[in-house]
């Protein structure tokens, strides 16, 4: 498609879209003036201005103009049973009374680590943080500890999180800093690698074999493109990270409690030597946990020993909050309780990837849908582009396309994708709402073929 027909397309969008989010349109003005591009995550921004929100219950988020979303956003990710499910509305509805804060230990902490250790045995021992990033910070930060290396390895694309050591080749092109204020010097010590190519990873590895301290790798690129990574390259991997003597990193925060009770880790069979969780794991509130073996993870018993001898990692004002543990918990133990979930998750991914490719196609246009189980995104091949396995072909392929088909879902079918972000199906959603989805895609599949 011309660029001027799109663009006359989504002039027609945004004109729709801000007759009906006008209320929104006000506050975001207002909230530009005194917070940097109106929001504190710069992902939640999309042009004209996000929809604020007033509210969300299960599958639909609703926002201040009256409008209900059919959601697939959901929390960045996070709300695998919906949103504001019973189990965890219950739970906090009755630990709110009992402190939001103790700031010492309880037991609602000891009850999510041992449901984590038991459901992910490589999950040994464990720490809690308040966000994914700083439980990504500390994992790496482990891996120099325990191996006395210095380097650290992740993909092009890989996304950990706003830490400084992992701010690094995440958005193409990737050789160019993330952004001001992180030092080159800072990143000397990280190279990235380019997803699902053994080969090229390979050769760049060698390069550093010698002070390799980590391999970090996310079992499915999510920020970058919903990219699964192959089953011989993750393998891979981990192997030459065995064999070099680094530590093998999965960074399991969309995946884990996503893709199977047990992560992408029982799924692929891979033996991390830590891993992080994050968005689940936490039912809805903040969250981030460094897990793995104990040998590695003892580093950061600080007890009887003298300052230096220990790895600080873990902790922060809010860590182990008992909101956050029990959320979880309620989470955890339903998901224990119903393990059949991730099949029919499965079956309405599936059928989401393969009817949105179809009806596509058919218009003409041609796309490939990425992802696994419950996650899921519509990549736009352009010319010579055939497949998307690395965030280097996501970057081939029209983003601008991508943008207008989620921003047309949203303005004119009320299904909320955040523009160029994977979608994820919860418990909450059906086959009515997957096939409204394919509908809707197929509504616009015909606008822009015609446009
Ligand atoms: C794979 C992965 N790791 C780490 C993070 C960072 O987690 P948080 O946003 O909780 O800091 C994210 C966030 O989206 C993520 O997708």
Same mark, same amino acid.
């Given at each position: $498609?011309?660029?001027?027909?799109?663009?006359?397309?989504?002039?027609?969008?945004?004109?729709?879209?801000?007759?009906?989010?006008?209320?929104?349109?006000?506050?975001?003005?207002?909230?530009?003036?005194?917070?940097?591009?109106?929001?504190?995550? &710069?992902?939640?921004?999309?042009?004209?201005?996000?929809?604020?929100?007033?509210?969300?219950?299960?599958?639909?988020?609703?926002?201040?103009?009256?409008? !209900?979303?059919?959601?697939?956003?959901?929390?960045?990710?996070?709300?695998?049973?919906?949103?504001?499910?019973?189990?965890?509305?219950?739970?906090?509805?009755?630990?709110?009374?009992?402190?939001?804060?103790?700031?010492?230990? &309880?037991?609602?902490?000891?009850?999510?680590?041992?449901?984590?250790?038991?459901?992910?045995?490589?999950?040994?021992?464990?720490?809690?943080?308040?966000?994914?990033?700083? !439980?990504?910070?500390?994992?790496?930060?482990?891996?120099?500890?325990?191996?006395?290396?210095?380097?650290?390895?992740?993909?092009?694309?890989?996304?950990?999180?706003?830490?400084?050591?992992?701010?690094?080749?995440? &958005?193409?092109?990737?050789? $160019?800093?993330?952004?001001?204020?992180?030092?080159?010097?800072?990143?000397?010590?990280?190279?990235?690698?380019?997803?699902?190519?053994?080969?090229?990873?390979?050769?760049?590895?060698?390069?550093?074999?010698?002070?390799?301290?980590?391999?970090?790798?996310?079992?499915?690129?999510?920020? !970058?493109?919903?990219?699964?990574?192959?089953?011989?390259?993750?393998?891979?991997?981990?192997?030459?990270?065995?064999?070099?003597?680094?530590?093998?990193?999965?960074?399991?925060?969309?995946?884990?409690?996503?893709?199977?009770?047990?992560?992408?880790?029982?799924?692929? +069979?891979?033996?991390?030597?830590?891993?992080?969780?994050?968005?689940?794991?936490?039912?809805?509130?903040?969250?981030?946990?460094?897990?793995?073996?104990?040998?590695?993870?003892?580093? !950061?018993?600080?007890?009887?020993?003298?300052?230096?001898?220990?790895?600080?990692?873990?902790?922060?004002?809010?860590?182990?909050?008992?909101?956050?543990?029990?959320?979880?918990?309620?989470?955890?133990?339903?998901?224990?309780?119903?393990?059949?979930?991730?099949?029919?998750?499965?079956?309405?991914?599936?059928?989401?990837?393969?009817?949105?490719?179809?009806?596509?196609?058919?218009?003409?246009?041609?796309?490939?849908?990425?992802?696994?189980?419950?996650?899921?995104?519509?990549?736009?091949?352009?010319?010579?582009?055939?497949?998307?396995?690395?965030?280097?072909?996501?970057?081939?392929?029209?983003?601008? $396309?991508?943008?207008?088909?989620?921003?047309?879902?949203? +303005?004119?079918?009320?299904?909320?994708?955040?523009?160029?972000?994977?979608?994820?199906?919860?418990?909450?959603?059906?086959?009515?709402?997957?096939?409204?989805?394919?509908?809707?895609?197929?509504?616009?599949? +015909?606008?822009?073929?015609? +446009?």
């Amino acid at each position: $498609m011309q660029e001027q027909q799109a663009s006359r397309l989504l002039s027609r969008y945004i004109k729709h879209y801000e007759s009906k989010t006008k209320r929104s349109k006000q506050l975001f003005e207002h909230a530009s003036s005194i917070i940097p591009s109106g929001t504190s995550h &710069n992902i939640r921004y999309f042009e004209p201005y996000p929809f604020f929100a007033r509210m969300a219950s299960g599958k639909y988020i609703y926002d201040v103009d009256g409008n !209900a979303y059919t959601d697939y956003w959901m929390g960045h990710w996070s709300l695998i049973l919906g949103h504001s499910p019973k189990v965890v509305v219950d739970v906090l509805r009755e630990r709110s009374v009992e402190g939001t804060i103790f700031g010492t230990v &309880n037991e609602h902490v000891l009850r999510l680590a041992e449901l984590i250790s038991k459901l992910m045995p490589r999950g040994e021992m464990l720490r809690f943080t308040n966000t994914g990033s700083e !439980a990504t910070m500390y994992a790496v930060r482990l891996a120099r500890a325990y191996t006395g290396k210095r380097m650290i390895a992740k993909m092009e694309g890989g996304w950990h999180g706003f830490n400084t050591d992992l701010m690094h080749s995440v &958005n193409y092109p990737f050789h $160019m800093p993330e952004g001001k204020g992180i030092l080159e010097e800072e990143l000397r010590y990280v190279v990235a690698l380019p997803f699902n190519d053994i080969h090229g990873s390979i050769s760049i590895l060698d390069m550093v074999r010698d002070d390799l301290a980590c391999i970090i790798v996310e079992p499915l690129l999510g920020g !970058a493109g919903c990219i699964p990574g192959d089953r011989d390259y993750l393998h891979a991997l981990q192997e030459y990270a065995r064999k070099s003597g680094a530590l093998f990193i999965l960074d399991e925060i969309v995946t884990g409690f996503r893709l199977s009770l047990h992560g992408a880790q029982h799924i692929y +069979s891979l033996d991390p030597d830590l891993f992080t969780l994050g968005k689940i794991v936490g039912g809805g509130l903040p969250i981030g946990v460094v897990c793995g073996l104990k040998e590695v993870m003892r580093l !950061a018993d600080a007890r009887g020993k003298t300052k230096g001898d220990w790895v600080s990692i873990g902790g922060g004002t809010y860590s182990e909050n008992p909101l956050s543990m029990s959320a979880g918990v309620a989470v955890l133990e339903y998901l224990t309780r119903n393990p059949y979930i991730y099949s029919r998750l499965e079956m309405l991914g599936d059928e989401a990837r393969r009817s949105i490719d179809k009806v596509m196609n058919e218009h003409g246009i041609r796309v490939k849908s990425t992802g696994i189980g419950s996650l899921f995104l519509t990549h736009f091949l352009k010319h010579g582009v055939e497949d998307v396995r690395s965030a280097r072909d996501v970057a081939m392929c029209s983003i601008e $396309m991508q943008r207008l088909y989620h921003f047309a879902l949203l +303005s004119m079918y009320d299904i909320f994708f955040l523009p160029n972000k994977l979608g994820a199906i919860s418990i909450e959603h059906d086959n009515i709402d997957i096939r409204r989805l394919i509908d809707a895609s197929e509504r616009i599949a +015909s606008d822009i073929a015609f +446009s």
